[in-house]
T-cell receptor, first 118, second 113 residues
């Protein structure tokens, strides 16, 4: 149980285009989903937290107009990188929780999406 | 400011030996600490959680210790196998009431056959 999928697993796009990444909880209802970014040999950096049906909460320094997050259902959240630039190239990982107050080991991670912007 | 430190150098050990990874933290008083495994190009997988009032936690070949005085956690893998090769991340809850863990950058473990 507690499986989270991401699609696509990797994507290459041209600078200036937009890319959408999907995160799905396959066997549970995810009240809360999180989006992380990880650069090579760096730690996971939380970008935003989204609760189903409400606007996402972005971490300091993350542009909400550039990284659009939609959590329209209890099993799906999407991250859209708008007008992507080479510096947006990174590994994007989502995680999901069945509760609004994530604690302990209630967070389940997806396999990640490798974005390369040319 | 809060800081989590994990050795950035890879740990190379021989199969069958015990691997020991370290997580140090400063300016924290965490209620718990977590360890995750991350394989290349994959998301983290939760391994173990240890609470502040627990000195040691075991799960199969894994053992975690938590010394709140030293502000350190040690992660041990006994009888290590090449399949244990991965990056191991520690994570702690930040201060300020947030429940969302903050991750260290991880230490790469390479187990040689």
């Amino acid at each position: 149980g507690a499986v989270v999928s991401q699609h696509p697993s990797w994507v290459i796009c041209k600078s200036g285009t937009s890319v959408k990444i999907e995160c799905r909880s396959l066997d549970f209802q995810a009240t809360t989903m999180f989006w992380y970014r990880q650069f090579p040999k760096q730690s996971l950096m939380l970008m935003a937290t989204s609760n189903e049906g409400s606007k996402a909460t972005y971490e300091q320094g993350v542009e909400k107009d550039k990284f659009l997050i939609n959590h329209a259902s209890l099993t799906l959240s999407t991250l859209t990188v708008t007008s992507a630039h080479p510096e947006d190239s990174s590994f994007y990982i989502c995680s999901a929780s069945a509760t609004r107050e994530v604690s302990y080991n209630e967070q389940f991670f997806g396999p990640g999406t490798r974005l390369t912007v040319l | 400011s809060q800081k989590i430190e994990q050795n950035s150098e890879a740990l190379n050990i021989q199969e069958g030996k015990t691997a020991t990874l370290t997580c140090n933290y400063t300016n924290y008083s965490p209620a718990y600490l977590q360890w995750y495994r991350q394989d290349p190009g994959r998301g983290p997988v939760f391994l173990l959680l240890i609470r502040e009032n627990e000195k040691e936690k075991r799960k199969e070949r894994l053992k975690v210790t938590f010394d709140t005085t030293l502000k350190q956690s040690l992660f041990h893998i006994t009888a290590s196998q090449p399949a244990d090769s991965a990056t191991y991340l520690c994570a702690l809850p930040p201060s300020g009431g947030s429940y969302i863990p903050t991750f260290g950058r991880g230490t790469s473990l390479i187990v040689h056959p």
